[in-house]
């Protein structure tokens, strides 16, 4: 059962709770990539989102029609895909995008998220 907390914030996008997924563009600086996805999914777990980081994905086969339908195996078991930043650049982000709002899940932009996390929990 969700929490009043995440329930409420779910609310407010117009989202529904459950886990989340985690997208954006994987660039050629693998180690600040990584260090991107990671400190976003901390700070989702941290408001008790539970989130499944694209990277961690990517990181057992690199970028190719192979790990994209990975992904996507991936994110149909979540409600919300939360974009990162600058993720328009990168196809495989934009397909993987397009794909979740072909199958009816909700997009949200992570700082969006956190803003609406942050105000409820002040």
């Known amino acids: 059962k969700p929490s009043t907390h995440k329930t ?6 117009s989202i529904k ?6 997208c954006g563009p994987i660039t050629a600086d693998l180690l600040a990539a990584e ?20 990277f961690m994905l ?4 690199g ?4 790990t994209l339908k990975y992904t996507i195996m991936h994110m149909i078991g979540c409600n919300t895909i939360v974009t990162l930043p600058y993720w328009a650049n990168c196809e495989f982000a ?3 995008v397009e ?3 072909l199958l009816g899940l ?9 803003l609406h996390l942050t105000e409820k929990q002040a």
């Open 35 to 54: 260090k991107e996805f990671h400190s976003k999914e901390e700070v989702l777990n941290s408001y008790g989102c539970n989130t499944i980081n694209q």
């Open 63 to 66: 970028l190719n029609l192979e």
């Open 8 to 13: 409420y914030i779910m609310t407010q996008l």
């Open 106 to 114: 909700d997009v949200v932009d992570y700082s969006k998220l956190v």
């Open 17 to 22: 709770p459950g886990n989340f997924f985690i």
């Open 99 to 101: 794909v979740a709002r």
């Open 58 to 61: 990517y990181k057992a086969s």
């Open 94 to 96: 934009k397909k993987q």
